[in-house]
């Protein structure tokens, strides 16, 4: 049974269950996931629902599953509420909505080696969709990124019926399905992917100047100063269990020299001194592409920024605001996080050091999760990676993105994993991108 909620949210129930509102937190929200069981589920004891917005997900069983993807679904919905009526976003909007639900719909309830996981064959035939255009319109090998915000669709409200009707079908089809990782890959897989669209819609709001209210504004922090880490041996990468993404696979060894890095990323008061200092008019801190890029972009200061002298001015979701200069610099690509750090005579960290760093250095005040940060080096594969990425995962062109490691303020809690990892062209600034640098 469906009902629908307030600003357009919709939510599954069971007869004699009561609506899990979008507002609820996930304890109230567990007695109607419990009452779509067919079976009497096992109880889910309160630590664990505190766990519902944690990485800890990627491990997850059924219980805690229902309870995630019907919190990431409302999420979705809420997002895509926001933006209409929005000028300029809400046609890519619609498209990012449409797509986490084809996405569910396409691993999961079409997919008949779905209990197979990580196993079953990515090629083999899928059955019909609910929605006979989901192809056609929500495929990303179909619809090319430059389309998505044009494609004929579609009435919004036959899309928020496509994504309650193919939910309601996972949570049945996963209530039926064994507890073990092959049996819950798509399920923890299209959890995550759906909660990567939060970030997307926050980018997209970011880009077409309007403020949806739904996310805090970042923390004013005192900063502290870089932290010396010992030499050591690091097991860098993912152990098997649970879902693991395919470029975390797998962990391995590397020898780590002693390293300093900074405690945060770099901030808005670091990088304005190196804007003061002409450092967007001196050749001698870019690298060659990166000095084509300034040339090509005509670009004196960060994207969005109006001003860095006296202060910044920066474009936030439509207002153009004072920024606190603790906070990190964002919006930045890799070209300008190398330029910075050839100027200040440092240098990006390696993906190593930056796990190690995180890992370790929280009882010391080293801070993460406040935007993206880039790496030095290039997203390649690891030591041992399988040949071929899993069903459901990307496999990135070696050496054509940059490393990004970390999280935004937009990104969801299931994805602040300290050993995920990301990637964008070197170029790419229309992110929460920032960076933090190391001693030489």
Known sequence: MRRRGAAGMVAIVAPGCGYVQPSQGVGSALSSVRGMRREEPQPVQETEIRHVDSPLMRQAGKDLLSLALMDARNHSLRWFAAFEGAPGGAGRALWELGHVGWYQEHWIARNVQRQRGEHGDATHPKLASILPQADSWFDPAVVPPAQRGSVPLRDPQTIRQYLVDSLETTLELLDGAADHDDALYFYRLALLHEDAAVERFAELAQSTGFDTGLLAPLPTRALRAPLLFNATRWRLGSEPGGLVPGDEKWAHEVALPEFEIDAQPVSWAQYGEFVEDGGYDDRRHWSEPGW?????????????????????????????????????????????????????????????????????????????????????????????????????????????????????????????HPKARDGSAPSADAGFFGFRSCAI
């Open 292 to 416: 084509d890029w300034v040339q090509m972009r005509g670009r004196r200061t960060p994207r969005h920024v109006a001003q860095m002298r006296q202060g910044v001015l920066q474009r936030r979701f439509g207002q153009l605001v004072r920024v606190p200069l603790t906070h990190p610099a964002l919006h930045l690509s890799w070209f300008e996080a190398d330029a910075w750090c050839r100027w200040a005579g440092r240098r990006l960290p390696s993906e190593a050091e930056w796990e190690a760093a995180v890992v370790q250095g929280a009882s010391r005040g080293l801070r993460w999760g406040e935007v993206r940060e880039w790496m030095a080096g290039s997203l390649r594969p690891y030591p041992d990676a399988p040949a071929q990425p899993s069903p459901g995962q990307a496999r990135h062109d070696p050496g054509t993105l940059r490393a990004q490691r970390g999280a935004s303020f937009a990104t969801r809690g299931r994805l602040r």
